[in-house]
Structures are given as structure tokens and as C-alpha cells.
């Protein structure tokens, strides 16, 4: 016992706290988790309620379009099948949340393959207007199909996920936390445990080039549109149980639009990048509704603040914050905080441009 204490310990001083980015998630998730203790307001946990399940909508197009290269534009098209499967599934037949939010998630899995089949013969341009294209006729078939799915109202009277807001909170919260470690584990190209991560970054840097390799790239895009999806429609779920409704504004090109946005923001292909996006953007766009901005008003300050974002840190906010405080070693390629100036593991110099100049 005292064996494995001891080797608990040195990975948390020598790797977890070593490493200034994962403190800060560290913090931020603990920082989560305490909240409710300092606040029962019901806005301001409804807020990072969504807030949290809106993170792992964005990291979940982070799969498919930073770590794949595979740009959906139709990604609320997840989103939105999940929500009204879980509505359909809880109004007509009873089911209880924790039935509905998995199969919600598998739900959006076969749109994923749906979407995917079809659009793995294209590339680029093309790839995204197929996509586009989705969301749009799944619109279609709800007004067509108004007696079953509501349409344009859409359905309410979904079970809430717990009788407490922040029961609530605290699911969702603990969700997020295991979706977005899953969906880190399974983009990592340095994972030893899953290597799927590496082949999607050789599939988005030169798809043709790894085809050449002996990958098979068909099958692996084919897997990151399916779990794009499953997350997604995970996140679409708990919307559907956390506002008790699922209407056609969950299928909205808009909705789709604000996952890039969010995703870019932060920083493309760090899963970390869109939950950074969200927890800022979106309570920023909530405190605005408060003081009646219009929605152009809110939507233009977003826009602003995007530009500001791809003019002085092109590759997304955390990026810009990482490379501020962590430094790779150039020899074992192990992490560092910034200021130290020998790698804690190899013990090479890690500002040796700095030096030589």
C-alpha cells in the first residue's frame, strides 16, 4: 500500500503539478465543483449547466474537424436528433433520463455514420456543403411530421434530469468531466493506451500520404464522425432533460455555427480549446441578456472579440496562454513550466536558442 502511495505522489508532483496547464485545469474543475457551495442562485447554475453540456458539444466537433480535418457544418444535426430522441423516448414510453441520454448518445452515433458514409468520398469544400445539408432536412421532417414531433413548437414536459437544480448541476458537471477525458484520451497522439489519436493527426495533416502508409483512412473517419456524434448527442441529451424541451431551435445552422466559434476561440485540436471558449463566452452572452442587448448587439460584441482573437492569437486563446507558460524540452520532448531552465527529466537545456543568441 505504502508502494503505491508513493508512486501516486511522484506522478502528482512530477507530472501533474509540473505542468502549469494542467494546474490550471485542475483549478478550474475544482473551482466547478465548488460552486454550488457558495451559490444556490438558479440562473447562475442554469447558466453553467449549459454551459457545461454546451462544452461538450464543441469539444465533440473538436474531434472530427481539429484532430480529423473532417469540417462539419451541420454539427447541430447530433445535437438536435439526441434532444428530440430522448423526447420522444421519456413523453410516449416513460423512460427515466439515465436510460434516454445513452440512447440518445447512440442515436446520434447513426446520424454520424449517415452523415459519414456519404461524405467520406469528399474532401475539404465539398465535405462541409453535404454536412451543411443535414441539419436543414432534418428541419424538414419535423415540420413535416408536427403530429409526432411537435413541430415548430417542438415537445415539452421532458422529465428534469433531478428534482434540484443542483443535483442537476452536479450531473452534468461530473459528465462533462468523463466525456472530455475520453475525448482527450482518444485524440492524444501521445496516448500509449489508445493510438487512434496519432492516425487521426496523420489523416488531417496529409490524408493521401497516410492512405499511402497502409491506413485505412475510410475506417478511421468513419470512427471519428461516430464519436463526434455519440458526445454530441450526449450533450444534446442533457439539454433536452435540463430545459425540458426539445424544438427545432436544437437543429438551428446558427447552433452549428457557434460550436466552430467557440472551438476557435480557444484553440482548435486541444479539446481544452472549446471548453475555454464556452465557460467565456457563453456567460458573457447570458450577463449581456440580463441587461437587455439586443441580439445583434450580443452577437456583434462576440464577433469583435473573435476578430481581436485571430488577429493577435491566431491559434486560439489557450494556445496563446500555453506557449506563454509551458516550453517542450527539445531532446525527450517532456513538458516544462516556462521559467525553469533545464528539462526536469533529461536534464537538457530548454532555452538553448535563447542561450546561443
Known amino acids: 500500500m505504502s508502494g503505491i502511495l508513493f508512486w501516486i505522489r511522484k506522478w502528482v508532483e512530477g507530472e501533474l503539478l509540473a505542468i502549469p496547464g494542467r494546474l490550471i485545469a485542475i483549478f478550474f474543475f475544482l473551482l466547478l465543483f465548488l460552486v454550488p457551495l457558495f ?25 472530427l474537424a481539429g484532430f480529423t480535418g473532417q469540417i462539419n457544418l451541420g454539427h447541430a444535426a ?15 414510453f416513460g423512460l427515466m433520463p439515465w436510460l434516454t441520454i445513452p440512447i440518445g448518445g447512440m442515436s ?40 409526432l414531433t411537435g ?13 434540484s437544480k443542483v443535483v442537476d448541476y452536479y450531473i452534468v458537471f461530473v459528465v462533462m468531466f468523463v466525456s472530455l477525458f475520453l475525448m482527450y484520451k482518444f485524440t492524444d497522439a501521445e496516448s500509449k493506451v489508445i493510438r487512434v489519436g496519432v492516425i487521426l493527426h496523420a489523416i488531417r495533416e496529409d490524408e493521401i500520404t497516410a492512405r499511402k502508409s497502409g491506413i485505412n ?12 456524434g455519440f458526445f454530441a448527442g450526449i450533450a444534446g441529451s442533457l439539454y433536452a432533460h435540463t430545459i ?46 440580463i441587461y437587455e442587448m439586443g441580439e445583434y448587439v450580443r452577437f456583434i460584441l462576440m464577433a469583435l472579440m473573435l476578430i481581436v482573437i485571430l488577429l493577435f492569437m491566431p491559434e486560439g486563446l489557450t494556445i496563446w496562454v500555453r506557449d506563454k507558460i509551458e516550453v ?25 536558442n535563447k542561450h546561443l543568441n
Not at 452523415?115 to 453535404?130: C, E, N
Open 108 to 147: 446520434a452515433v447513426i446520424i454520424g455514420f449517415i452523415v459519414g458514409l456519404p461524405a467520406l468520398r469528399l474532401r475539404g469544400i465539398y465535405l462541409s456543403l453535404v454536412t451543411l445539408g443535414f441539419p436543414i432536412i432534418l428541419s424538414g421532417v419535423i415540420v413535416f411530421f408536427a403530429g
Open 39 to 63: 451559490t444556490k442562485n438558479a440562473y447562475f447554475l442554469d447558466t453553467l449547466t449549459l454551459a457545461a453540456l454546451f462544452a461538450i458539444y464543441a469539444a465533440s466537433w473538436d474531434v
Open 217 to 228: 483512412t475510410t475506417k478511421y473517419k468513419l470512427l471519428a464522425f461516430g464519436m463526434s
Open 78 to 92: 447530433f445535437f438536435g436528433v439526441a434532444a428530440y430522441t430522448v423526447a420522444l423516448l421519456n413523453i410516449h
Open 328 to 352: 517542450k524540452c527539445p531532446r525527450c520532448k517532456l513538458t516544462n513550466i516556462i521559467i525553469k531552465q533545464s528539462c526536469r527529466a533529461c536534464g537538457a537545456p530548454l532555452h538553448l
Open 244 to 289: 425540458r424541451n426539445a424544438g427545432p431551435s436544437t437543429l438551428e445552422l446558427l447552433f452549428s455555427f457557434q460550436a466552430i466559434l467557440w472551438t476557435i476561440f480557444g484553440g482548435m485540436a486541444t479539446i481544452y480549446g472549446p471548453v475555454t471558449g464556452v465557460f467565456i463566452l457563453y456567460p458573457l452572452i447570458e450577463f449581456l441578456r
Open 151 to 163: 413541430g415548430e413548437f417542438g415537445l415539452s414536459g421532458i422529465d428534469h434530469l433531478s428534482e
